[in-house]
T-cell receptor, first 109, second 117 residues
Framework: EDKVVQSPLSLVVHEGDTVTLNCSYE??????LLWYKQEKKAPTFLFML????IEKKSGRLSSILDKKELFSILNITATQTGDSAVYLC?????????FGAGTQVVVTP | KAGVTQTPRYLIKTRGQQVTLSCSPI?????VSWYQQTPGQGLQFLFE???????NKGNFPGRFSGRQFSNSRSEMNVSTLELGDSALYLC????????????????FGPGTRLTVL
């Protein structure tokens, strides 16, 4: 059975800290790994990863995929209160997305 | 460019009733996917449509069905509602199915919050 597991389930950090979120996956017909940010509304797209070892960056966020070990990490540096959200990873099997349970990140001032 | 729109935004039904939710994708997007989000199960894939055809289906009972029209708008229907169907139903659109283009992404609508009493 396909599964996507995220860890930790939640964490609380202070502004300025760096956080690392983990996502492991076991899926058939894997094509890409996606990261989304969800505040009190619909998920918004962050990254799509298709190749191992190639880091994607967007401002203070970065992500990398390891297709051999079947995991991905999302890093957020110099966290701000606006980074507080649930971060979701999802595996894409040619249009069928399997989501992890998400990591709730709370950034305190 | 307008985003994905979903109607209605909120809905209250009673057990045994049926419900139809609507999704209008971003202009030019032809693939529409539906998801159910609950606190206990998280985000779960329901089905995906492209060119009026269902291409992928998740592990939901037959009470959950959908369709797509020629203008790419999509509807999903849930018959014989159960209390456990209370959830946020999200639809997402992309230009092509399977996110085949590495630069393609799947954009989510605001969701329809369904409450079953």
């Amino acid at each position: 059975e396909d599964k996507v597991v995220q860890s930790p389930l939640s964490l609380v950090v202070h502004e300025g800290d760096t956080v690392t979120l983990n996502c492991s996956y076991e899926v058939t017909n894997f094509r890409s790994l996606l990261w989304y940010k969800q505040e009190k509304k619909a998920p918004t797209f962050l990254f799509m990863l298709t190749s191992s070892g190639i880091e994607k960056k967007s401002g203070r966020l970065s992500s990398i995929l390891d297709k051999k070990e079947l995991f991905s990490i999302l890093n957020i540096t110099a966290t701000q209160t606006g980074d507080s959200a649930v971060y979701l990873c999802a595996s894409d099997s040619w249009g069928k997305l399997q989501f992890g349970a998400g990591t709730q990140v709370v950034v305190t001032p | 460019k307008a985003g994905v729109t979903q109607t209605p935004r909120y809905l209250i039904k009673t057990r045994g009733q049926q419900v139809t939710l609507s999704c209008s994708p971003i202009s030019g997007h032809r693939s529409v996917s539906w998801y159910q989000q609950t606190p206990g199960q998280g985000l779960q894939f329901l089905f995906e449509y492209f060119s009026e055809t269902q291409r992928n289906k998740g592990n939901f009972p037959g009470r959950f069905s959908g369709r797509q029209f020629s203008n790419s708008r999509s509807e999903m229907n849930v018959s014989t509602l159960e209390l456990g169907d209370s959830a946020l139903y999200l639809c997402a659109s992309s230009t092509v199915p399977g996110l085949a283009d590495p630069t393609d992404t799947q954009y989510f609508g605001p969701g329809t919050r369904l409450t079953v009493l």
